[in-house]
């Protein structure tokens, strides 16, 4: 059983910061592309960022020079910072990431996690 675990959302002011971390556990024999994606009230799910098992990294428009992607392979981790957050930043986060589990390659998601930005 493959599970993602996210951390980190909260509640922050206008022009703060947040640190989210996202763990993969379970029978894991690679991982691919790891993500963010974000899905506001009343609005659909939409790609935040990713990164290839290489590194190479991929940005909402919204968020480039705001935001950063990383990983972890040997932790199997993945962590969005966030600066200069704004009130269109309120969403709930999730974590995204292609797993070879198992049950061969297949997309797994995190439970969300909030993250509130305030006026």
């Known amino acids: 059983q493959v599970q993602l675990v996210e951390s980190g959302g909260g509640l922050v002011q206008t022009g703060g910061s947040l640190r989210l971390s996202c763990t993969a556990s379970?029978?894991?024999?690679?991982?691919?592309?790891m993500g963010w994606y974000r899905q506001a009230p009343g609005k659909q799910r939409e790609l935040v960022a990713d990164?290839?098992?290489?590194?190479?990294?991929n940005y909402a428009d919204s968020v480039k020079g705001r935001f950063t992607i990383s990983r972890d392979n040997v932790k199997n981790m993945v962590f969005l910072q966030m600066n200069s957050l704004e009130p269109e930043d309120t969403a709930v986060y999730y974590c995204?990431?292609?797993?070879?589990?198992?049950?061969?390659?297949?997309?797994?998601w995190g439970q969300g996690t909030q993250v509130t930005v305030s006026s």
């Open positions: 379970g029978s894991i024999f690679g991982i691919r592309a």
């Open positions: 990164i290839s098992s290489g590194g190479s990294t």
């Open positions: 995204n990431a292609q797993i070879l589990g198992l049950l061969g390659m297949k997309d797994y």
